[in-house]
């Protein structure tokens, strides 16, 4: 008798329908045979699902047993068919009712005393049994939050497989998984409030923010760049229940949701520099996310920016162009979400005094020279903003106030993009970062003095034409912040002070 059950494999961040068939015949020697594109632990899913079987004290009497996962064309990873094939035995053997399986997905590991464990990619399971019309799906307690996120279906969470069939077979009762309201995690945020002085920088964190412009942080060894930039996170808009899914969507893939439901608030990674171009970009066997996708929707800050190989710096051109990563493999091609604001940070010299006035620099020319020219070009090219963070001095520590907090920031980030969003609507730009050619012309327009400010601005400092582009799109973010229809003079003056890098020596 064949026996067929809905489940998923996971591709990318997603998932989709596989049917898990078992025929069962009593006939001839006894055999066990899986088939359709299983690699590794899903080969292995014939002793663990054995064991726990005849541990949960269920007989299947030996008999010739075949295993189909289909489509048969794609790759199917992981443990989470251990569930399905536990229950699909049963049934083929005509132990529990084919009919009581219908309704559901599974998705499960079992342990050899017949506990069901968690599995990668529990969400985007149950939302491909919602949108398959499933009633619901059965899945691990560590794995209940997050596929109660899915709303429209029901979630259970069996402890055993033992639990598991007396509740498919009516024979005992479980509750539905309640899905926690998403906790405002924001305390953990920290607070721009803290940091004293760095008014320039703070700015500029605001315009990036503003804009969704990626930021660049010069200055010397302890000024205060990270601390900076890890408040970045809380100045930017608040995740909406669309993007929340999705940033759910890559954790619970990358096993990094330890249980809980909704991520809520926007993701801060810090790579290293000796970090591989597979733990950023993602790849490895079975196909995991890297961290420009754990920073999707959030922000991926790159402290040392110089220190970093070049061709992890390259690897970074494709997610910031089209806010995704393609990875092709001999054995796979998957795609992740990456769209995150890029920051980093760097000394302005190898020795990083070269402009902190309490230290004397010891680098040569040359030696600047040669250590800016390891920043990659293109990767420069995406980066709209770059500001000096001096030290600041003990006087100016005790002297400055505590400046506004970073909920009143980002007050008045969120207004500017929504200035953005309804100027953007039905274009394919959706914040200033994205303007170029006829769409930057259209809505950065220029008065006759304000034209003439700029390009004497650009003799003067000697601006590149893309440089030039940039500071247009950096004064369209700072009028949006000041409410503003037309660029001003102070606008575009603010803006070409936010671009150090291009006045050669910082
Ligand atoms: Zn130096």
Redesign the pocket.
Not at 349 to 354: A, E, Q, R, T
């Given at each position: 008798m064949v026996v067929r059950l809905s489940c998923g494999a996971i591709s990318g961040v997603d998932a989709f329908r596989v049917d898990l068939e078992v025929d069962y015949s009593r006939q001839g020697m006894p055999s066990f045979v899986m088939v359709g594109l299983a690699e590794g632990a899903v080969r292995e899913a014939r002793e663990r699902v054995l064991k726990a079987l005849q541990n949960s004290s269920f007989r299947i009497p030996p008999g010739r047993i075949t295993v189909n996962l289909a489509p048969a064309d794609r790759r199917k990873e992981g443990t989470a068919y251990d569930l399905p094939l536990a229950l699909g035995l049963l049934a083929a053997a005509g132990v529990i009712p084919e009919e009581c399986l219908k309704p559901w997905f599974f998705a499960a590991e079992l342990s050899l005393d017949g506990r069901l464990k968690p599995v990668p990619g529990a969400l985007a399971l149950a939302l491909l049994a919602r949108s398959e019309g499933a009633r619901g799906v059965l899945v691990a307690p560590e794995n209940g939050q997050e596929a109660a996120m899915a709303e429209g279906v029901e979630t259970f969470t069996p402890r055993t497989l033992g639990e598991a069939v007396a509740f498919l077979t009516g024979n005992a009762e479980l509750a539905a998984v309640c899905p926690e309201p998403p906790s405002e995690d924001r305390d953990d945020l920290l607070d721009l409030a803290d940091v004293k002085g760095h008014e320039k920088a703070k700015r500029a964190m605001e315009i990036a923010a503003a804009g969704a412009h990626n930021l660049l942080f010069i200055g010397p060894p302890g000024s205060g760049k990270t601390m900076l930039a890890r408040r970045m996170p809380g100045i930017l808009p608040p995740l909406d229940r669309e993007e929340a899914l999705e940033v759910t969507k890559i954790y619970s893939v990358a096993r990094l949701l330890n249980g809980r439901g909704l991520v809520t608030v926007r993701p801060f990674r810090t790579p290293h520099h000796s970090d591989s171009s597979v733990a950023i970009i993602g790849g490895g066997v079975p196909p995991h996310p890297g961290e420009v996708s754990l920073a999707h929707r959030g922000v991926l800050f790159l402290d040392e920016l110089p220190e970093f190989q070049r061709q992890a710096l390259e690897v970074l051109r494709q997610p910031l162009e089209q806010g995704r990563v393609f990875i092709s493999r001999a054995a796979y091609a998957v795609s992740y979400p990456a769209d995150f604001m890029l920051l980093a940070a760097m000394n302005p010299?190898?020795?990083?005094?070269?402009t902190d006035p309490r230290h004397t620099?010891?680098?040569s020319a040359q030696a600047v020279a040669r250590y800016r020219a390891r920043l990659s070009g293109p990767l420069l090219d995406r980066i709209d903003l770059h500001v000096e963070v001096p030290a600041v001095s003990y006087e100016e520590l005790q002297t400055s106030h505590a400046g506004p907090s970073s909920a009143q920031v980002r007050e008045r980030v969120v207004r500017a993009r929504q200035i953005q969003t309804d100027r953007y609507r039905g274009t394919p730009c959706r914040t200033n970062a994205d303007l170029s050619g006829r769409m930057l012309e259209e809505y950065c327009r220029l008065g006759r003095e304000e034209r003439e400010f700029l390009g004497n601005a650009v003799n003067a400092l000697a601006l590149s034409a893309r440089a030039y582009t940039r500071i247009l799109r950096v004064a369209r973010t700072i009028a949006d912040l000041d409410g503003a229809a037309e660029l001003s003079l102070a606008h575009i003056a603010e803006a070409i002070s936010c671009r150090v890098l291009d006045r050669g020596q910082s």
């Open positions: 010299c190898p020795c990083g005094y070269s620099c010891t680098c």
